[in-house]
C-alpha cells in the first residue's frame, strides 16, 4: 500500500471534500502547496466520451492569455522562402530537411516542432520518434501551416495542445503555482472552455464527468463542472 507523506497529507486535510469554482480552487491550491520549487499547475478532466471511436476524439488547442511561465524552444521546419519568416517571429532553430536529418540522428534539443505543409513529405519520416513525444506537426493542431510566423507567435506565447488519452482524461498545464491568482483563474478557464468546445457530436451522456485541479505534489481539487460549463455557455 502506498504510503502519504506527512507534507502531502497535510495539505490534502486543508482541502474541503467539495467541489470547487475555479476562482475558489485556484487560490486554495497555492494555499496548500508545499514544494520548495515553482510547481506546474495541471488540470484533469474526465470526459464522457469513448477514444476508441473516431468520431469521439478529442483534441485541440488553446493561447493561455498569460502563457505557461517557460517559453518553449521552437524548431520550425519550412522551404526556403518561410524561413526568414520562422526567424522573424521568434523559432529558436529554423531550417528545412537537413534538420529532418539531425534528429533522425538523434537531437532533440526543442520543445515544439512546426512545418509547412510542403516540408511534410520529409518530416513524415519521423513519426516514429516525435510521435511518442507528443511533437509530431500536425494540420488539426495548428502545427503544420503555411503561416509559419503565426504558429511560432503562437507557441511562444503560451499555446497549449490537448488531447484525450485512451482512458478518456486530458491532463493539461495552466501555469506556475507563483502566477497572480487571477492569471491562473484566467488560463484555467480558457483551456476548460476549450475542451468544451471540442465535444464531439458523437459524445453522448454527460461530457465533463469530473474536473481536477492540483500543482505538481499538490493534492487535487475537485471542481464544480456544472460552474464551469455554465460559465461556457455564457
Do not use: C
Not at 515553482?38 to 466520451?49: F, N
Amino acid at each position: 500500500m502506498r504510503k502519504t507523506g506527512k507534507r502531502f497529507a497535510a495539505a490534502r486535510q486543508q482541502v474541503p471534500d467539495r467541489p470547487h469554482t475555479l476562482e475558489d480552487a485556484v487560490p486554495l491550491m497555492q494555499k496548500v502547496k508545499f514544494a520548495k520549487f515553482d510547481e506546474t499547475v495541471e488540470i484533469a478532466l474526465r470526459l464522457g466520451v469513448d477514444p476508441k471511436h473516431a468520431d469521439q476524439m478529442v483534441r485541440g488547442t488553446v493561447v493561455l492569455p498569460h502563457g505557461l511561465g517557460k517559453t518553449k524552444r521552437v524548431l520550425a521546419i519550412a522551404g526556403a522562402d518561410k524561413q526568414k519568416e520562422a526567424q522573424l517571429a521568434g523559432a529558436d532553430f529554423v531550417g528545412g530537411e537537413e534538420l529532418v536529418d539531425k534528429i533522425q540522428g538523434g537531437w532533440m534539443d526543442f520543445d515544439a516542432v512546426v512545418a509547412t505543409p510542403d516540408m511534410m513529405r520529409a518530416v513524415g519520416k519521423l513519426g516514429k520518434v516525435l510521435g511518442p513525444r507528443g511533437l509530431m506537426p500536425n494540420p488539426k493542431t495548428g502545427t503544420v501551416t503555411p503561416d509559419i510566423a503565426k504558429a511560432v507567435k503562437e507557441i511562444k506565447a503560451g499555446k497549449v495542445e490537448f488531447r484525450v488519452d485512451k482512458t478518456g482524461i486530458i491532463h493539461a498545464p495552466i501555469g506556475k503555482a507563483s502566477f497572480p491568482t487571477q492569471n491562473l483563474v484566467e488560463n484555467a478557464h480558457a483551456l476548460v472552455d476549450s475542451v468544451v468546445r471540442a465535444k464531439p457530436s458523437a459524445a453522448k451522456g454527460k461530457y465533463l464527468k469530473s474536473v481536477t485541479m492540483s500543482s505538481t505534489m499538490g493534492p487535487g481539487i475537485a471542481i464544480d463542472t456544472s460552474h464551469v460549463t455554465e460559465v461556457v455557455k455564457h
